[in-house]
């Protein structure tokens, strides 16, 4: 099995499951035990700023209002996950790729919007999980297409056109996809 770590995986137009419906998960960790991702273009009804208020975190950066924040799955929405480019010195932070490190500790909230902030970040609430084998029966099953993760795509792309830049990254249009699927 090869593992789809810092993977995007791109939501098929058959896949009608309501939470993930033309979704881009970025891959945080895939193995023999199962995969976890977090969806990328799923904004929630909440800003970076309404949502650091709702944790006691003073915000001072107005910018912050206009900073969406993402249903990162249908698991642990009361966990947050903060994808950024890498820096070091949160208490707990994994690199996952040369570009990308995900923090799930709180201490990264306290400089969101400052100048200790990561260069680039996405804060997302919880996270897509998969059991060993699901994800790729689902891949077997046409559900998903997967490409290498892009930090052009995960940080600089307005979240309503990440599923059709990613589909692009293909050499696609994804509205020539066909949503019935089949086997030959």
């Known amino acids: 099995m090869d593992s789809l770590q810092n993977n995007f995986l791109i939501a098929m137009p058959s896949l009608k499951d309501p939470f993930f419906e033309r979704s881009v998960t970025y891959i945080c960790e895939h193995n023999e035990e199962g995969a976890m991702g977090l969806v990328i273009n799923q904004p929630l009804d909440i800003t970076l700023a309404g949502l650091l208020k709702q944790v006691d975190v003073a915000v001072t950066n107005t ?3 206009n900073i ?3 249903a990162g799955g249908p698991v642990g929405t009361d966990r947050g996950f903060v994808l950024h480019s890498p820096q070091e010195g949160w208490r707990s932070s994994l690199q996952l790729s040369d570009d990308v490190m995900v923090t799930t500790s709180k201490d990264i909230l306290d400089s969101l919007g ?4 990561p260069a680039r970040y996405l804060l ?7 059991e060993a084998g699901q994800l790729e029966e689902e891949l077997a099953e046409n559900s998903w297409l997967t490409i290498p993760a892009d930090t052009d795509v995960l940080f600089n ?5 990440r599923w059709e830049k990613a589909t692009a990254k293909l050499g ?12 030959a």
């Open 63 to 65: 910018n912050l209002e």
């Open 68 to 70: 969406q924040v993402f």
């Open 114 to 117: 400052s100048d200790r902030a």
């Open 124 to 130: 997302a609430l919880g996270f897509a999980g998969w």
């Open 157 to 161: 792309t307005p979240s309503s056109e």
């Open 172 to 183: 696609i249009d994804v509205w020539q996809l066909s949503s019935d699927v089949g086997r």
